[in-house]
């Protein structure tokens, strides 16, 4: 099972930073654009952007780009007390207060998730308890396998997510939040409030230590920095002449927020598929073709924004159209046997075989039978993402494909994806389709980093 244990962070000084926390953290390396980098920047000269994701320049080559830039960066923070790291070995407990409405929801509902930052130790997937559920792709972990070479350090955390049946863990997290005040506070500009403790009692730190020891973790997100971890890890021992890690060494660990599976702030928005083009595609084709396995209706912007909130039920989708309205399409047991035997694992299947739980999910349906079947989309268009654009907002999906010149011909507006679908599909040894989940709100950057 896991193996968790404390660490000693690099944090940020405040008072030598001259900034809030607010102006010194950034969001994962993955969902910042160009115009978030460029904000970011003008927050602090200390933003820890400057690390994750530091800009590019004409010129830019091995030794002289952003990595190289980042680690004398992090080195120099570190040299100036900027960054100072902590005396003793602490877990980090994670707090973020949010209203499910500043991720896009159509309802306001106040909730608390509580997670801890700790060590685990490395696994590569397949091998041991550490489960993933998405793909990854060699671009994202070549680019995160340079920086943490020339790092050396865990700059953001991966999310996992661990069992807590009896909430055990959970338990511990909420007595760990009486211990003390706060270390560190900020709120986000989407009113996120962020709250993190430094706790390094002894005897709170094994008891957390001792029960994560009896769990699985399954990733949430971040499975590029995993495995990328562990590729990092690999190349450490090799030089060390330790093919087999039995040399405790930092690197040996990566940077992980687990968070119990029974918290009631977990909260997963759906994506929603945005179409640009398909080959001869139209309204009237699209419902022509869907009858046959899909019940249609005509449906309102409210039915609709209801749907993307759905956490039971047949599978079944929204649909907006440039020029036809809004529909919701229902799965009928057509469809069911359409998905068996697509993903029957034969050699007529358009995909290899899959579980009764990966079959049944929304996103898969929609790339099995819509995307790839009545889009005719290729799996290497879907993959690549040409046509497909996403997005976790259903307000702003509906208003992209309805607004005057949109190039969007038509949207699927999707229910999220279950935590216990994640489980199944993970413990089943199988991938989801990409952007099946959007834990909602991100892990940030800069809390706390991981010195290798």
Not at 32 to 47: F, G, M, V
Not at 271 to 294: K, M, N, V
Not at 348 to 369: F, I, N, T
């Amino acid at each position: 099972m896991a193996t968790v244990r404390p660490f000693r962070a690099l944090r940020y000084d405040q008072g030598k930073a001259g900034a809030p926390l607010s102006a010194l953290i950034c969001p994962p390396y993955d969902v910042i654009d160009p115009a978030l980098q460029e904000a970011l920047y003008r927050k602090s000269p200390y933003n820890v952007v400057r690390v994750e994701l530091g800009k590019q320049f004409p010129g830019d080559a091995p030794g002289h780009d952003r990595y190289a830039r980042g680690a004398e960066t992090l080195a120099t923070w570190s040299g100036e007390g900027i960054l100072a790291q902590d005396a003793k070995p602490a877990f980090y407990l994670y707090e973020q207060t949010f209203d499910i409405a500043s991720g896009g929801a159509s309802r306001s509902q106040v909730v608390v998730r509580r997670g801890i930052f700790g060590a685990i130790k490395l696994e590569p997937f397949g091998t041991g308890c550490v489960y993933p559920h998405e793909e990854t792709f060699g671009g994202p972990k070549a680019d995160r396998l340079n920086l943490m070479r020339a790092c050396a350090a865990n700059m953001s955390p991966v999310f996992g997510l661990v069992p807590d049946e009896t909430n055990v863990i959970s338990g511990l997290l909420r007595v760990g939040v009486t211990l003390k005040a706060p270390d560190m506070e900020l709120t986000q500009d989407n009113g996120v409030v962020e709250r993190v403790w430094v706790l390094d009692d002894t005897g709170w730190c094994a008891a957390l230590s001792d029960h994560l020891g009896t769990r699985k973790v399954f990733i949430a997100d971040g499975h590029h920095r995993y495995e990328t971890a562990c590729n990092y890890r690999d190349e450490r021992r090799k030089a060390d002449n330790d093919p087999d890690g039995k040399l405790d060494k930092d690197y040996n660990y990566t940077l992980m927020v687990c968070v119990p599976m029974s918290d009631p702030g977990l909260y997963i928005l759906p994506t929603h598929r945005l179409i640009q083009e398909a080959p001869g595609l139209s309204a009237e084709q699209f419902l022509r073709d869907a009858a046959a396995l899909f019940e249609q209706r005509d449906a309102s912007e409210a039915e609709l924004l209801q749907l993307a909130e759905e956490q039971s039920g047949p599978v079944r989708f929204g649909v907006a159209f440039k020029d036809r309205g809004l529909k919701i399409i229902t799965a009928t047991p057509q469809a069911a046997e359409a998905m068996k035997r697509a993903t029957a694992g034969l050699p007529s299947s358009a995909a290899p075989a899959r579980s009764d739980a990966w079959r049944g999910l929304d996103v898969a349906v929609l790339q099995e039978l819509v995307l790839k079947g009545m889009l005719r989309l290729s799996e290497e268009q879907v993959l690549r993402k040409e046509g497909i654009s996403y997005t976790p907002d259903t307000r702003q999906a509906l208003a992209k494909v309805t607004a005057p010149g949109s190039p969007y011909v038509m949207g699927f507006i999707l229910r999220p994806t279950l935590i216990e679908q994640v489980r199944a599909v993970a413990t089943a040894g199988e991938k989801m389709p990409q952007k099946s989940t959007y834990f909602y709100p991100k892990l940030l950057t800069g809390l706390v980093i991981r010195k290798l």
